[in-house]
């Protein structure tokens, strides 16, 4: 095992420029203050309603509820606190069809694997599924959501925005056919969310999935919206805590910490959107002039800002990341949870399935790409992209006998 | 349990810096495994004076193993006889480089088959 | 709703004695520490091990985890980190039913919700239930457990200690009579660890659950021991995170505060032990002195150090509380999730199922009080308990007609 | 959504300071309601002069609801008709309180019944 200084040791570079927010965030100091205050308050037990330690541990959460519930314009009794997006795309999904047995479930194939392998578990229970192919953008087709709908109500899982290529749906026309089938719409927004403006009512989401690790708040903590005529079971036992569907003592400095995020994003979201809407174009133009090969993945236009993903032919993925991390850039293959670097064996060393999905050559897909960047990146760490970037590229070219072959059979063409 | 980093200290120095990387003019043997479209691609080239390795060199398309394999591979195989050379494993290759994440294992496993590739491509050569 | 300033209005004292570790401690200093330190550190997501932010996250995991496995004695690669007890438990049992469906699944009746509710989600598939019944101090007869075990091999769910009552089991030899009969031992030990030492070879447990804010650390994060041996499934999908078992980017800050907590623990576990038995026995000695028709619960030796529970005849037990609270004195009916202040009707003001369990009659089961102590209470903590509960007792019998009615005929009886 | 604390302010003040809790010598009536296996009783007391209610005392074993419900039927009780006094309806209990949880909306409902078993007692001394 290598140890962290060892490997700073062979970082080339004093910069530190992070374009993995679509993976974490850094939690805001306004968050890591209140987190703070919260765990030196000598709180009780939420439950403990009898005493005024417990009073006050309760009053925290309320206030949270408010905050973060306020970001997606929904009720604050709508509101349940979960242990981070995995829990609330499961407790969404699952806990929905175990109160609403006669429902389908249809979703996506560029969906996060907390939302696409519940297909998996769900498929013993006789339960109808659909996994709908987006197109080479990664956009869903509403026709074909359309003609899935027409046998059964079901629940529909599409999220906003993929983490992996920065694609964003348009929901609000998915959530009109939804509601036209008598269907319900679930959406995974732990992409967009703090990134672009979020509307319960006006988007006509149902259940709505938050991280707050994924936007300036701690891990460890989520919520789910749940509109207040759908009804859930919950999908582990305990108490009753938040109404009765999630069980547990609640996170009370964590769900502290998500309120102030999400306070804190409501105020300056829309400048913070414009800005990193130009300085992704910006980079994007660059890149595409600068960079030999590149292949852009996702929607041109409709992608979240920010956000820019691609693969270079003739080199590989991996060693274009270890390249920039050693210059102090830090990206990610999209989402972070289906790295393969730590698989077990080769078999799990599978190709990204949402980069399959969009019909990139199915063995460049490890080869992928993601710079995304966060309320915190300054023009400085985007222009420093530009500036090392291209060389990087070059570099493995140097390297790469694919490369080598290309050039030949390129002479031999031309000459 | 999970290890914060996957890779060796050793397998990172041979990413960062590669020994031997490059084209040879007029090698004795060319070893060509893998496949652009695998993501995997590594070519041996073997310089023969006398049945010794006098010079290895190598290009790799591949992640960060697959670089540091065939980085280390070269190194090993400079100055040895060619009978010598064939008795390396990729499980030396593995050792040598501090140890290999288990699904970075086939990285090596190609480094051993470039070596025999360009070995046959040799002996071809001579018939 | 009553604001907490004006509910503090009430609170006729300035003195504050907190009596509810059992259900939530005070986070210790070295954790806050710690956590504040995590969060300020720019950590990218565990997942993302391909640069050194994300690399330094999974180096807090690991030194936690070897933090809290040291106070367990167990090897930090058979711990996983969840988001509290509840889910632990959840992994636990179900986890294990899902991997193992031969067995069977056996549990007492004064376990907490998280273990006993899973008896209703289990029913429906087709697996061997009992739940044993324990004796009046709550404890769990052997043989009783050996008949169970006669039929099938089972995963056998039982705690160390009941937060409600304190009573501890002998749970070397329950783990004896699982092992002889080729079943498994589970036992949630939130209301144990901190305060009694625990070591999972000694004590032959196959599964353990751990929760921070029971131990000093934070809420919202939890552990679960699994015996290198034991297939567990996980209960939600996702990523790839804790061994495949545990989906979710993990809390990271919460993680490293359980793991300071744990360590602090261990440094000076046995002198608090020794220290708040003998408080204990003290309170218990002069409360059985000085308040009338009180009943303690649980067992008067196997028990938890800290620990005193008992109801009182005449009066009645929220009440008790509220005066209590109104003295600055926290306590408790047991455990806060069974607090049944906030049921949402009249029928899930049920008794406690525990009281229920060791025979206290049925309605008095709402009226009992438990007293919890931890490393942060000092010996004037309990001479104020002593000097004050003696007196809310006389007052709430002077207001009951049920005493009145009791010294009436005690009087035509005398007479 | 959950409350951070299930009790009124007025609730806790009859809770922290009950009105009219005691004894009463020579009452005009007892009203006694409950059990004290179903840890809830309460026994009120009625002085009537005239048809009106001059007086009323309580003593409850009970929650914080019940002991609260009980100071608040008392302090209503006093200066109405007997009439009068049998139109209050546990809900205008729950509402001088300035609410209760759902959970003990019977304890004022206690209150009610204590209150007709007190005039049926006045009623049945009279006849
Ligand atoms: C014995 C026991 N187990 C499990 C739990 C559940 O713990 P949590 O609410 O932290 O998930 C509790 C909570 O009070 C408990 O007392
Ligand atoms: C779109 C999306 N949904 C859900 C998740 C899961 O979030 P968490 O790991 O915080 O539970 C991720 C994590 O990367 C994600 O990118």
Chains 1, 3 share one sequence.
């Not at chain 1, 309320?62 to 009794?77: F, H, M, Q, T, W």
């Amino acid at each position: 095992m290598i140890s962290i200084q060892r490997f700073f040791k062979t970082v080339q570079t004093e910069k530190f420029a992070y374009f993995d927010n679509i993976n974490t965030t850094f939690p805001d100091p306004r968050v890591i203050r209140k987190i703070n205050e919260v765990l030196s308050s000598r709180l009780g037990n939420p439950s403990s309603h009898i005493h005024s330690a417990g009073v006050a541990a309760g009053r925290i959460i309320d206030e949270a509820r408010e905050k973060v519930s306020a970001l997606i314009g929904a009720s604050p009794e709508n509101l349940i606190f979960t242990s981070g997006a995995t829990e609330s795309n499961n407790l969404a999904i699952t806990g929905f069809l175990k109160a609403n047995p006669d429902f389908g479930f249809i979703t996506s194939n560029i969906e996060h694997f907390s939302v696409l392998n519940q297909v998996r578990s769900l498929r013993n229970d006789d339960i109808d599924i659909s996994v709908l192919e987006v197109d080479r953008y990664g956009l869903v087709d509403p026709e074909m959501l359309e003609k899935a709908l027409e046998n059964n109500p079901s629940i529909v899982s599409l999220s906003i925005a993929n983490p992996e290529i920065g694609t964003m749906q348009d929901i609000e026309k998915i959530s009109d056919i939804c509601h036209r089938h008598g269907s319900i719409l679930h959406s995974d927004t732990t992409a967009a969310a703090g990134l672009i403006e979020i509307d319960v009512d006006k988007m006509g989401i149902d259940l709505l999935t938050l991280s707050a690790h994924n936007l300036y708040g701690p891990a460890g903590v989520g919520a789910l919206y749940v509109n207040k005529n759908i009804k859930l079971a919950s999908i582990f036992e305990g108490g009753n805590q938040e109404s009765g569907v999630r069980p547990g003592t609640e996170n009370v400095p964590g769900i502290a910490g998500m309120g102030e995020a999400c306070d804190m994003i409501k105020n300056d979201l829309k400048s913070h959107e414009e800005r990193l809407k130009n300085l992704r174009n910006n980079l994007w133009k660059s890149l595409e002039e600068s960079v030999r090969f590149i292949n852009f993945t996702g929607h041109p236009e409709k992608r979240l800002p920010g956000h820019v993903s691609f693969w270079v032919e003739h080199i590989e993925g991996e060693s274009l990341l270890l390249l920039l991390s050693m210059n102090g850039i830090m990206a990610s293959s999209g989402s972070a949870c289906s790295s393969n670097l730590k698989a077990k064996d080769e078999d799990e060393l599978m190709a990204s399935h949402v980069l399959d999905a969009v019909g990139v050559p199915s063995d460049i897909c490890s080869g992928s790409i993601t710079l995304s960047a966060g309320r915190y990146n300054t023009e400085e760490d985007f222009n420093y992209v530009k500036s090392v970037l291209p060389g990087l590229v070059e570099k493995l070219l140097t390297m790469s006998p694919s490369y080598d072959d290309y050039t030949k059979n390129k002479e031999t063409a031309d000459g | 349990m999970d290890k914060p980093f996957p890779y060796s200290e050793i397998v990172m120095d041979h990413f960062a810096n590669p020994r031997n990387m490059g084209d040879m003019e007029n090698p004795s043997a060319v070893g060509n495994v893998g496949n652009p479209a695998c993501g995997d691609m590594m070519r041996l080239f073997l310089k023969i004076e006398n049945g010794v390795i006098v010079d290895a060199k190598f290009k790799t398309f591949g992640c960060g193993a697959a670089i540091a394999s065939s980085s280390m591979l070269t190194e090993m195989l400079k100055g040895k006889t060619l009978e010598e050379a064939l008795k390396i494993s990729n499980e030396e290759v593995v050792k040598a480089l501090g140890g290999l994440p288990e699904a970075k294992i086939h990285c090596s496993v190609m480094a051993e088959e470039a070596l025999k590739a360009a070995v046959n491509d040799y002996e071809s050569k001579e018939e």
